[in-house]
T-cell receptor, first 115, second 115 residues
Framework: EPEVTQTPSHQVTQMGQEVILRCVPI?????FYWYRQILGQKVEFLVS????????KSEIFDDQFSVERPDGSNFTLKIRSTKLEDSAMYFC?????????????FGNGTRLTVT | AQSVTQLDSQVPVFEEAPVELRCNYS??????LFWYVQYPNQGLQLLLK??????LVKGINGFEAEFNKSQTSFHLRKPSVHISDTAEYFC?????????????FGQGTTLQVKP
């Protein structure tokens, strides 16, 4: 069964540094998402992406965050200047098409640790 | 806007006992309902979903959930749990009319199955 893959599984960075988290969604999927889960807290929506543009973003997704689909397969989340509070597990997800009834498929996540 | 409340943060249960994980939601619009499971060091995997029709839905691994519109609940049940069911369980909703399909998650319930 096709999977969403995320790399790296664990990223350690220093405060103020830029970090790029990478995701390869399932190949025929059209909608892409980033979520984060701070340790011990709920999974929070960051951003959705469709047709090469952001379709929705949360209040968390401020100017420090950006997403890109640089080619036909990768979907990246960039944090320009990391803060300690950005430490979290970041999940990429994708789904096949229109309609909110098609479920999201999640990757295994990237654990970001900001020191 | 939607919100999801999972009433129990942890549910300890003995192997082969029945279990119910509770989920209530609040929404001003009609929603689709989902349960996801997260095994240690893995991503979120879809257990089951309620889209329409019968209010009792069956999912993978012997789990089922019942949608109760009047109580705005979507509790997850399994008649007999296994050690391998130990995991984090997340209830989620999405706006039926929304075109991004984003999920709003509850806080999660840790199911601890003891031998």
């Amino acid at each position: 069964e096709p999977e969403v893959t995320q790399t790296p599984s664990h990223q350690v960075t220093q405060m103020g540094q830029e970090v790029i988290l990478r995701c390869v969604p399932i190949s025929n999927h059209l909608y892409f998402y980033w979520y984060r889960q701070i340790l011990g807290q709920k999974v929070e929506f960051l951003v959705s992406f469709y047709n090469n543009e952001i379709s929705e973003k949360s209040e968390i997704f401020d100017d420090q965050f950006s997403v890109e689909r640089p080619d036909g397969s990768n979907f990246t989340l960039k944090i320009r200047s990391t803060k300690l509070e950005d430490s979290a597990m970041y999940f990429c997800a994708s789904r096949p098409g229109t309609g909110a009834n098609s479920p999201l498929h999640f990757g295994n996540g990237t654990r970001l640790t900001v020191t | 806007a939607q919100s999801v409340t999972q009433l129990d943060s942890q549910v300890p249960v003995f192997e082969e006992a029945p279990v119910e994980l509770r989920c209530n939601y609040s929404s001003s619009v009609s929603v689709y309902l989902f349960w996801y499971v997260q095994y240690p060091n893995q991503g979120l995997q879809l257990l089951l979903k309620y889209l329409s029709g019968s209010t009792l839905v069956k999912g993978i691994n012997g789990f089922e959930a019942e949608f109760n519109k009047s109580q705005t609940s979507f509790h997850l049940r399994k008649p007999s749990v296994h050690i391998s069911d130990t995991a984090e369980y997340f209830c989620a909703v999405s706006d039926r009319a929304g075109n991004t399909g984003k999920l709003i998650f509850g806080q999660g319930t840790t199911l601890q199955v003891k031998p």
